[in-house]
């Protein structure tokens, strides 16, 4: 019944050991979530990366249900079920990257070090700090989110947003990045950040450059 959703589980357990290697998580921190068919694939809570399986990722429905999967869903299942109502979401990267939870101690945004930030549709906020696997959490990071993809959890990580699961997590490397950038300059002086007109001169050009990708690729719509 479900072989048809093993790419998908496979493809959580790549990711979420490269996730591991590019010090985006420590331990068995941070999740995935991949939507396949009419089911939701996620990592299980607390199980190695390292010798996680494709049975052990969970399928759940958009209820939260389990449907397949000898683990529990992550302790973020309804994190990732709020972000995979959000329309076009098709994937979720959620990390407790080092840089965007030091960020997250001093700013409540992401500043424009870079016009990369364009990428996630504006500003980047910073949600207020709830307990992990709460409604609370769930209701700050929604909120602090709105119409971007991306968004940094106080006190605690990251969470992104995409269409694929490679968009997702190429995004998760760009903010941490972002947030690497504005942690080395800030001890220095003040950074010098991008202003309200450059940064939506950059959403045009990723607009465009979108649009050109979609029309020279084959299949693509």
Do not use: K
């Not at 429905?61 to 109502?85: F, M, N």
């Not at 971007?148 to 969470?159: D, E, F, N």
Request: glycine letters at 8%; hydrophobic letters at 45%.
């Amino acid at each position: 019944m479900t072989s048809e959703h093993d790419p998908a589980r496979e493809l959580l357990c790549t990711v979420s050991r490269r996730m591991v290697r590019d010090g985006l998580v420590v331990g068995t921190s941070g999740n995935l979530s991949l939507r396949t068919g009419e089911l939701v694939a996620l990592t299980p809570s607390g199980v190695d990366y390292e010798t996680m399986t494709a049975e052990d990722v969970v399928l759940v429905d958009d209820s939260g249900a389990v449907v397949a999967g000898t683990r529990a869903p992550t302790s973020e299942l309804a994190l990732h079920l709020a972000a995979h109502r959000r329309p076009g979401t098709v994937a979720v990267v959620h990390t407790h990257s080092p840089a965007a939870v030091a960020l997250s101690l001093l700013t409540d945004h992401v500043p424009p070090v870079h016009y990369q930030i364009a990428m996630f549709g504006g500003a980047v906020r910073v949600a207020d700090y709830a307990p992990f696997g709460s409604d609370e959490l769930v209701a700050n990071t929604m909120a602090a989110l709105g119409d971007a993809s991306a968004v940094v959890l106080g006190h605690h990580g990251t969470l992104v947003l995409a269409d694929t699961l490679g968009a997702a997590y190429d995004g998760a490397r760009q903010l941490e990045w972002l947030c690497d950038v504005w942690l080395r300059a800030r001890p220095v002086g003040e950074p010098r950040l991008l202003s309200a007109e450059e940064i939506s001169e950059a959403l045009r050009r990723f607009a465009r450059q979108r649009r050109t990708v979609r029309a020279t690729t084959p299949g693509t719509r």
